[in-house]
């Protein structure tokens, strides 16, 4: 299943493909990030469910993008009706928070139904692709709408000054098929020649900020420090947060932001400092139907993820070790919910609008494939 | 320098006490806790400043108690005037933050410089003494104060009901001589047959709350869950927190409190929640020569803390592991400033009073022994 490690990525690069076979599709497997770059092919409907639901691809965009190819690899199987609502099916059912993953299943199964089942197939290869290759135009147009808010920020502070951004797990281009969403106003800004420097989150308990976002944005060069999740508040009294930019699982119709656990607090500091708090929002991400934050369904995962911690001993060894008493019991909710009232703007790949229910309501639903 | 397990400790138990033989003082190595339980000999100056420097013994007034027990050890081999005042020096170098530390060491060497040298090391170990029993007593009163607290919530919810706490880092027995400042009114409650549960903030990243205050309240039969540190506003939001109850480590002339890094993140949470924020202040923490909170030293410690994480193989063998990329940076402030507009009230030892400058300066001052 795993490959050796392709050429080293770029911000450009990709987290998942269509192999050169044209059989499988290919992600890079973040589980084992930041220790070990490892690809690993994906052939069956049940290899991409469990890719999904044990982390090896995670994000919402890219958990979406990796239904749909898993749709694809079901239907190379068996490309009949019942099959097809089964994979969707299953599918939907690997995490329940992230809505890109209905999303994307909705825009495969509506364009799919319809076809003879002798069609479906390659039709499901296509439709993927260009998925795949909505979000990374989705999230370049992010760069280029969020890149606004660093510049003006740079513009204020004295020449030579660093613009500090803070930012909480990892919507980066390994939480997308590239860019990344969060993350994409930075790489740009950075590919401009803006002096930027992240301060990033460790995100506990899975370590997403120290594992995904430190190696991502290291392999691009891009400055960075990794903090505990304890510290921004701190450091945004301190004056050293210029802005925060975060990505989204789901917006609700009146603005709430459903987003990895703790980005709450990190919006409550950034109100109290009058910091600006930012969430990167491809449209994909918008759920008009759910009213507000408090009926987007918040996934429990399991406590081990808190008892333990894996990385690398000095001896080269990957390890698990127990941090706490063996008895201790733990609680892990994955997603909070932050008020809209905290979110200065929502930025889009149409444009960087208000987290209100009228702006959301005006934005163009994502293209129809 | 190890001694094997003393019988197991309860809320009652002591952190430090002078040795059998009567020339040396006691500790549990607190970086070697949840996994090993070890006592630790202290026979130097430099040991005790090593135990101070090193985290074996942490949290403000176990600090204080322990840099006066130093005192004692430095004069056992010199108790001349050149002595005592280098002892003072080395000691109160040693952390930043806390004020109990010069607190201690200020009461130590006002009663000790009028003294022959000759009647001094006697004295030294009496003080010593009188200090921990001083901490004792204060945290019983801490205990018998923050129980009202904890009673008025339990009889406004319904019989039977759990009445949920959340804490912070570990201001328990672990960083006292026993009962803990935040932990002493939990203590109290249980014994007296209050249904109380604990959420235990992980706190990162030196994981005070999943090392020390897991296995303390696990010692004594507290309910308790680990949660990670970004849970906490979430847990308020969906209304499973009752009130919080942390320490400090300094408190300012206008009541903001200095405790560890994330202490301010909890704040917010709790003030947007409408979940009451208390802390546990013995008056030894109180700093009325510190205007406000911008005025506290804040400890930067170093990133390793933050970069590798230690603890158990399934194996049994105590690893520490690198959790982040190699090259990554890191940075480690090890507390923060809670504005006083936050706290809904300090439990001191004379009672509970809202964080104003005027009830701090009508507060005694801590006993002068």
């Known amino acids: 299943m795993i490959s050796r490690p392709s050429s080293p990525p770029d911000h450009a690069a990709r987290s998942i493909w269509r ?59 068996d490309s009949g009706d019942a099959a097809l609502e089964a994979a969707v099916t299953l599918l939907a059912a690997q995490r329940p928070t992230a809505v890109n993953l209905r999303w994307a299943l909705e825009c495969m199964a509506h364009r799919l139904r319809p076809l003879a089942p002798s069609a479906r197939t390659a039709a499901a290869a296509a439709l993927a692709d260009q998925l795949a290759e909505a979000d990374l135009a989705t999230n370049a147009a992010i760069g280029r709408h969020g890149l606004s808010l660093i510049a003006t920020i740079a513009a204020r502070k004295p020449a030579g000054s660093v613009v500090n951004i803070l930012t909480h797990c990892n919507a980066g281009r390994l939480a997308c098929v590239g860019w990344g969403t969060a993350t994409a106003p930075i790489y740009r800004a950075h590919a401009e020649g803006l002096a930027v420097h992240v301060w990033v989150d460790e995100t506990r308990p899975r370590n997403q900020g120290a594992a ?26 301190q004056g050293l947060v210029d802005l925060v930019i975060v990505g989204t699982d789901r917006v609700a119709a009146n603005g709430d ?40 369904p918040i996934e429990q995962r399991d406590a081990g993820e808190l008892l333990t911690m894996t990385g690398r001993t000095a001896a080269g060894h990957l390890a698990t070790v127990q941090i706490a008493p063996p008895t201790t ?17 929502l930025i889009t790949e149409h444009g960087i ?17």
Not at 267 to 278: N, Q
Request: with cysteine; aromatic share 6%.
């Open 19 to 77: 192999s050169a076979d044209a059989v499988a599709v290919e992600i890079i497997d973040q589980t084992r990030l930041p220790h070990e770059y490892a690809v690993v092919r994906l052939r069956t409907l049940d290899e991409a469910a469990l890719a999904i639901r044990s982390m090896q691809v995670r994000g919402a965009p890219l958990i979406g993008v990796t239904a749909a190819y898993g749709v694809w690899l079901a239907l190379q199987t």
């Open 212 to 237: 995904l976002t430190a190696w991502e944005l290291g392999r691009v060069g891009v400055p960075h420090t990794l903090i505990a999740d304890n510290a921004g508040g701190h450091l945004m009294q």
């Open 257 to 296: 932001v459903a987003n990895k656990i703790g980005t709450y607090l990190k919006a409550l500091a950034a109100h109290d400092c009058g910091v600006p708090f930012h969430v990167a929002m491809p449209t994909s991400t918008f759920d008009p139907t759910v009213a507000d934050g408090a009926s987007i």
């Open 329 to 345: 019991p733990g609680r892990n909710d994955a997603f909070d919910v932050t008020p809209a009232r905290l979110v200065r703007s």
């Open 353 to 369: 609008v208000p987290a209100t229910r009228a702006a959301l309501a005006g934005l163009p639903r994502p293209q129809d494939i």
